[in-house]
T-cell receptor
Framework: GAGVSQSPSNKVTEKGKDVELRCDPI?????LYWYRQRLGQGLEFLIY????????KSGLPSDRFSAERTGESVSTLTIQRTQQEDSAVYLC????????????FGPGTRLTVL | GENVEQHPSTLSVQEGDSAVIKCTYS??????FPWYKQELGKRPQLIID?????GEKKDQRIAVTLNKTAKHFSLHITETQPEDSAVYFC??????????FGTGTSLTVIP
């Protein structure tokens, strides 16, 4: 089946504007993760969804960041009042209930804040 | 929380030689350790993983070893090829809820 998809692939925005990034996990995967990867850096955990449980938001860097997930499907990551330091690739990953440890990554959204 | 350190940050090897990347972790509760390969501009891809109930796992030219006592695990790539050139990330988790990644190793295989 299809892998994890993300949209848009690239987003250029002006400082202060809000952006919304979308992730479509693999069908049937109950766990969904968002990460941020700055240029030349590692993966920084942002938020984790598992089924209908309350999300683990401990990685969100500020209250400008929020994420939602509808059931076990699409998730959106919203960044309000974007700042230049928000420029990064935002990666989404999903994993199945039967194998919560194996993550499959999407291609990422490259966000550039001017 | 967990802290994962990865070394070296860059590694160059001649084609055919072996490459070793090491990671240490701090939380003894961590029990799953995946390794990801990320080619330039591409998404991370799982290449091998190991769970805490085994000490070594091998898949063709790639192997991972785990020392729970010392809290470190290593990726071994033998007979390196140019297509092995990429950034490699290690990670650790105890519950699968939150993964802690190393800072990555940029591997260059020189033909």
């Amino acid at each position: 089946g299809a892998g994890v998809s993300q949209s848009p692939s690239n987003k250029v925005t002006e400082k202060g504007k809000d952006v919304e990034l979308r992730c479509d996990p693999i069908s049937g995967h109950t766990a969904l993760y968002w990460y941020r990867q700055r240029l030349g850096q590692g993966l920084e955990f942002l938020i984790y969804f598992q089924g209908n449980s309350a999300p683990d938001k401990s990685g969100l860097p500020s209250d400008r960041f929020s994420a939602e997930r509808t059931g076990e499907s699409v998730s959106t990551l919203t960044i309000q009042r974007t700042q230049q330091e928000d420029s990064a690739v935002y990666l989404c990953a999903s994993s199945s209930w039967t194998s919560t440890d194996t993550q499959y990554f999407g291609p990422g959204t490259r966000l550039t804040v001017l | 929380g967990e802290n994962v350190e990865q070394h070296p940050s860059t590694l160059s090897v001649q084609e055919g030689d072996s490459a070793v990347i090491k990671c240490t972790y701090s939380d003894s509760a961590s029990n799953y350790f995946p390794w990801y390969k990320q080619e330039l501009g591409k998404r991370p891809q799982l290449i091998i993983d190991i769970r805490s109930n085994v000490g070594e796992k091998k898949d063709q030219r790639i192997a991972v070893t785990l020392n729970k006592t010392a809290k470190h695990f290593s990726l071994h790539i033998t007979e390196t090829q140019p297509e092995d050139s990429a950034v490699y990330f290690c990670a650790a988790t105890d519950t699968g809820n939150q993964f802690y990644f190393g800072t990555g190793t940029s591997l260059t295989v020189i033909p």
